[in-house]
């Protein structure tokens, strides 16, 4: 992913992302580009968006937090 390399090549130690629960091929994307699942922001997308989302047929409410170490 370029935004790996560029992390990298600025100096961070660390780099992370969050994508919804219902989000299931970007889950495996993530993990399969060395992410780890670090934690749930339980009802983010409750909170923040004022429509409710529904994405492979599930209600969206979560976001999913991934973190991989430079």
């Keep these: ?3 790996i390399q560029i992390a990298r090549n ?3 130690k660390t ?4 994508t919804g629960n219902s989000s299931i ?3 495996a994307f993530y993990q399969k580009c060395g992410f780890r699942i ?3 922001d339980l009802d983010f997308f409750i909170r923040h968006y004022p429509e ?3 994405e ?3 209600h969206c409410r979560d976001m ?3 973190s991989q170490d430079l």
């Excluded at 780099?15 to 969050?18: A, D, K, R, S, Y």
């Design 1 to 3: 992913m370029d935004a």
């Design 10 to 12: 600025k100096g961070y």
């Design 15 to 18: 780099i992370e992302i969050g």
């Design 25 to 27: 091929g970007q889950l």
């Design 38 to 40: 670090i934690g749930v």
């Design 52 to 54: 409710e989302i529904f």
């Design 56 to 58: 492979n047929g599930k």
């Design 64 to 66: 999913i937090r991934l």
